[in-house]
């Protein structure tokens, strides 16, 4: 049974390969007698006759659709030009944007922040850069007329649709005529707060505060009111209230000179080092060759002592065998010229003998001193290698002087460029460190001392306005940062940033005056801020650490919200 199923199923595997071969065959016969059989093409999907390939039309690249503004929209006042420091506040919990100028409210307006999924960032920001026609990059084209820019990333301020609720993918929509308002009143740089409440910039002073220098035509004492404020420096510490600004600009020009001599120094120190360097190395390589020219006349001295052993031992051995054989030789029976002639080979060979023990005993020696020779000068090369190696870690090192004494001047050059931008302060209780830009350029990195650095700061901003008592103080403004009570963001499971690292949240009471009273600074750069500090300058003081979306075409950028903390029983965001 099971063989007749094989062979009716082996009958009808064949009958089907003889039908395929069949239906190839014809199909074959079909495409030859077609007029066109020449065009024919085989695909993967079969066969078929296409007409020869065309490459189709380049499809165009849809224009991007100017935006057109709003007929409807009430016209936003002209806002007036600013005669202080703006500051931005942007609430997302009431969807609105205050303008403050010299911290005075100049205008609100509604906005709409980032949608569900596409949150709108957190945090401390500014204007980096501004575009009165621009399209976004990663949403089709979209116009964004009016843009500025707060992040690298690509969240900007711009004219758009305001339905009432956050409906953008990250951006904060602004009716039309305010943007172009706006557009006009603000620079590069201006501070942009973007919080989950609304705080309100309020006036703030506080002894630990940076004093301006005086200018050059004010005279200040020791003892004047404001001689000595400087963070964590005392009065009595600070020792140099008579500074005014002129006096501040010819200590940099001598400081500037003194940096210049110092290049020269270092650039002569770094040849001498070379040099000495480089007579180590040929000392080095004369020590090696001696140690080779020294070995080869070991070696040599070495095989002619062995050569002086062996005859020495030759000799003696001959001299031992002659005895042997005179004295078997009966002395009686030989004459006297027999006798004479036994005696004189005998004292012959023993002369020989007695030779050769002492050429191979002189050849010892010989040998011996060149070997003590050799190893002296593989001692002294051991020597001259230290001294070479010695030699190149002083050229190191006189670059490392060179190269700092170079970035100094740099550093120093770059301040006095921009001497004239106010100057912004981030201080971090994360990091412990002080950083200073003038205009995006850093021009300061020093570490702080901060009291109690377990425990928090809190986020503050502070920003001076203006000048006040004869431009020897300035009036300042403050926002604190309140931690959030929502969790906008949900938790990473990977963190690969260091600004999301756990940080210790500070609580709704965190106080702007008590953060100073607990940082210290050295006097150095306490005195290099006093002399930076003017209407527009700026502190920013956080426990947080700065967002990776700082850069060196950015301001500080903190944003609280990416650090998850660092208790699980804390609700701060």
């Known amino acids: 049974m099971q063989t007749i199923v094989k062979t009716n199923a082996g009958a009808i595997s064949g009958s089907l390969r003889l039908s395929t071969v069949a239906i190839f065959l014809a199909a074959g016969l079909l495409v030859a007698a077609t007029p066109e059989r020449a065009e024919a093409q085989f695909y993967p999907w079969g066969w078929g006759n296409t007409s020869p390939w065309q490459q189709k039309p380049r499809r165009q690249r849809r224009a991007a659709p100017r935006y057109v503004e709003p007929t409807d929209e009430k016209p936003a006042a002209t806002l007036p030009k600013p005669t202080g420091p703006l500051v931005l506040v942007v609430s997302i919990g009431k969807q609105t944007i205050t303008v403050y100028d010299d911290g005075k409210v100049i205008a609100k307006s509604p906005i709409s922040s980032g949608m569900t999924g596409h949150p709108t960032p957190t945090g401390i920001f500014s204007i980096l850069e501004k575009n009165r026609y621009h399209y976004s990059n990663l949403y089709g084209g979209a116009p964004m007329p009016f843009m500025q820019r707060v992040t690298n990333s690509g969240v900007a301020m711009h004219a758009g649709d305001l339905p009432g609720y956050p409906a953008s993918h990250g951006c904060i929509r602004l009716p039309y005529s305010f943007a172009r308002s706006l557009f006009g009143i603000t620079d590069v740089g201006a501070r942009v707060i973007i919080t989950d409440q609304d705080p309100t910039p309020a006036e703030f002073n506080s002894p630990h505060l940076v004093a301006p220098l005086p200018p050059d035509n004010v005279v200040q004492n020791a003892a004047a009111p404001g001689a000595s ?83 020495a031992d030759q000799a003696a051995d001959k001299f031992k065998d002659l005895t042997a054989k005179l004295g078997k030789v009966d002395v009686a029976t030989l004459d006297a010229a027999t006798l004479d002639k036994h005696k004189a080979e005998e004292e012959t060979e023993e002369t020989k003998m007695l030779d050769a023990a002492d050429a191979a005993t002189a050849a010892k020696r010989t040998a011996e001193a060149q070997s003590a020779k050799a190893k002296q000068a593989v001692a002294d090369a051991g020597a001259l290698e230290k001294a070479r190696k010695v030699a190149a870690e002083d050229v190191k090192h006189a670059e490392e002087v060179l190269e700092g004494a170079k970035a100094t001047l740099v550093a120093a050059d770059a301040l006095d460029a921009r001497k004239d931008y106010p100057v912004s302060v981030f201080i971090s209780r994360k990091t412990g460190r002080l950083i200073a830009k003038l205009g995006f350029v850093q021009v300061l990195d020093v570490p702080v001392t901060i009291a109690d650095a377990d425990k928090p700061l809190g986020t503050h901003v502070l920003t001076a306005t203006h000048f006040t008592d004869g431009e020897k103080a300035l009036r300042w403004n403050s926002v604190t940062l309140k931690p959030s009570e929502t969790a906008q963001y949900a938790r990473r499971k990977k963190r690969r940033h260091d600004d999301e690292a756990p940080v210790v949240a500070a609580g709704h009471d965190a106080d702007a005056g008590t953060a100073l009273e607990r940082i210290q600074i050295p006097k150095e750069t306490a005195d290099q801020l006093a002399e930076l500090m003017k209407p527009g300058s700026s502190f920013i003081i956080s426990d947080y650490g700065l967002s990776r979306e700082t850069s060196a075409r950015t301001e500080f950028v903190v944003e609280p919200w990416r650090s998850r903390p660092d208790s699980a029983e804390t609700r701060y965001y």
């Open 229 to 311: 404020n400087m963070i964590g420096v005392s009065p009595a510490a600070a020792g140099d209230g008579a500074r005014t600004r002129g006096m501040a600009a010819a200590r940099r020009a001598a400081e500037r000179d003194r940096l210049v001599s110092a290049i020269s120094e270092a650039e002569n120190a770094k040849t001498a080092a070379e040099n000495q360097a480089i007579a180590a190395a040929k000392a080095v390589q004369d020590g090696k060759d001696l140690i080779r020219k020294e070995r080869g006349e070991e070696g040599r001295l070495a095989e002619a002592a062995r050569k002086a052993a062996k005859a």
